[in-house]
């Protein structure tokens, strides 16, 4: 055997006359042995041979002589595997954030979140994961998952500062390094039951768009490798990821809360028999995927048996959240204004002052109908302000428009308006509705107004129906007419006098009320 300077370096047993296999590695030797030489043949794909001497990694290149004998030039490739193995491994990590992203943007349900970060979490971070949600009272909400297994959710009645560096996680401090936390220190509410010893511990926040969303907590079992700082780093990416997810999906159920608190006294209730007066109505929002709009409806029962109820029908100019937030305040000041129920007039002016002084530059067009029930008839006093006017269906299917007009409300500094008065008999109906009924584009060439003059003769075939049918038949009038196509809001309320001889006086106990 022959060597020079560096293999004698490199292998210092490697003297003349000492054999190959008593000298180098085992891996070397098999090669030499098994004359296992690639490069004496082109046609070969194999690698050449490869091991590890003292803790680096070579590849070994063997040269033929003429003699017949092996010479083999070691070179040392630590660095480019090294380099080959970073980049697989951030290759690898690169992916695992971007499924994380993709995953985590697919769902706004918190608890769906977190149940997706620790099954993400043990897949390629930990033998067990945990989510913890900032507390609730004094409640931990905990999520854990254990390689193999699926998320559970526990409350923990636990103080987080107990825990070394949990506190700080939650409220959003930077992460203790995993070499300061004592894996025995680890608490029995931490540690799944039969995990065994915990080697090493990373507790990291999950931070989320102004305030903390959380906190991520990693164990390792003791005969696992412990977390290096790369992985530490790698963690804090992926909280960093979960806890924007959570975040959004926490801002996600409070305002879908808040919405629901500022929209359930706005949504159409069911309207029935009041002071002996049916009242019946029916809503339909511009869009599929919103509940609240321009269009309102109230009817406010009389304080005092005998006096009339007043209803209030009307279309806010604009559509969506903008024009519901100004309907909820005509509705507010038409609420104020009922002592003086039996002028309406006197309340449309009032309202008119109302809505100029306010911030708003929409306008709104309003009908204002008083009923009230006399032995076998009821007596109604109908005003328009700028609304097109009521239709009274009569008992032999005669429709006739109440003679009642005005200025729209909000746009000028004065309103005028003239109020009509009308009696129902029995089994006569009198229909108020919104022009997104009449102004519906639609029929066969998909450009056509629905118009008054359908509309009242749909309603002539109404003769003596039910308040509730007659709602209900306008409204699927209207949506056979628009065939799926954009439409205004639409709102009908229908008040009729019943067909019974004797009076009946059922009162709410509330208010009834319907804001679309």
């Known amino acids: ?111 769906r979140c977190m149940d997706v970060t620790a099954q993400m979490a043990v897949e390629s971070l930990a033998d067990v994961a945990l989510v913890i949600a900032p507390a609730r009272g004094h409640r931990l909400p905990v999520v854990t998952c254990v390689r193999g297994g699926v998320p559970v959710l526990s409350q923990q009645t636990v103080n987080p500062d107990d825990v070394p560096g949990l506190g700080e996680a939650l409220r959003g401090f930077p992460p203790v390094p995993s ?28 931070p989320g768009h102004g305030v903390p969303a959380g906190a991520l907590v990693l164990l390792r079992r003791a005969r696992s490798a412990a977390f290096t700082e790369e992985e530490e780093v790698f963690a804090r990416l992926f909280a960093a990821r979960s806890g924007a997810a959570m975040s959004a999906a926490r801002l996600y159920a409070e305002q879908t809360a808040i919405s629901e608190i500022l929209m359930r006294d706005l949504l159409p209730p069911t309207l029935r028999q009041v002071s002996g007066v049916d009242f019946a109505g029916g809503y339909r929002p511009s869009g599929d995927h919103e509940r609240i709009g321009g269009d309102f409806y109230d ?87 700028g609304h097109p006017a009521p239709l009274i269906i009569r008992a032999d299917g005669t429709v006739e428009e109440t003679d009642t007009h005005g200025t729209l409300v909000g746009a000028m500094p004065s309103v005028s308006a003239h109020t009509a008065a009308v009696t129902l008999a029995p089994g006569e109906s009198c229909v108020l509705y919104t022009d997104g009924i009449t102004e519906a584009k639609g029929g066969p060439m998909g450009d056509v107004l629905f118009g ?27 949506a056979e007419w628009l065939g799926g196509r954009r439409h205004d809001d639409m709102a009908v309320v229908v008040i009729a006098a019943p067909r019974a001889h004797a009076p009946r006086a059922v009162k709410d106990a509330a208010r009834g009320r319907c804001t679309g």
């Open 452 to 478: 008054e003059e359908r509309l009242a003769r749909a309603l002539a075939g109404c003769a003596g129906m039910p308040a509730e049918g007659i709602v209900e038949h306008v409204l699927m009038l209207a």
């Open 299 to 385: 009817v406010h029962p009389a304080s005092v048996e005998g006096e009339p109820s007043l209803v209030t029908l009307g279309d806010v100019c604009g559509k969506g959240l903008e024009a519901a937030v100004l309907t909820g305040k005509i509705r507010n000041t038409l609420h104020a204004l009922l002592p003086l129920a039996d002028d309406h007039s006197r309340m449309l002016r009032l309202l008119n002052k109302a809505l100029l002084n306010s911030h708003h530059t929409r306008f709104a067009t309003l009908v204002l109908a008083s009923a009230v029930r006399r032995g076998d008839e009821v007596d109604l006093k109908l005003t328009s302000g």
């Open 179 to 206: 070499r300061w936390i004592d894996p025995s220190a680890a608490p029995e509410w931490m540690v799944p039951q039969g995990f065994g010893a915990v080697g090493s511990v990373v507790i990291t926040p999950l």
């Open 1 to 111: 055997m022959q060597r020079n300077d560096a293999a004698g370096a490199l292998l210092p047993r490697a003297t003349p006359g000492t054999s190959l296999a008593d000298a180098a590695p085992g891996w070397l030797s098999a090669a030499h042995a098994g004359r296992r030489i690639p490069a004496q043949d082109p046609g070969t794909s194999a690698a050449p041979p490869s091991g590890v001497i003292e803790g680096r990694s070579f590849e070994a290149h063997p040269s033929v002589w003429d003699d017949g004998t092996v010479a083999w030039w070691l070179i040392d490739v630590t660095d480019r595997q090294q380099a080959r193995e970073d980049l697989r491994t951030e290759r690898e990590r690169t992916a695992f954030l971007a499924k994380a992203s993709n995953t985590l943007l697919f769902s706004l349900n918190l608890g």
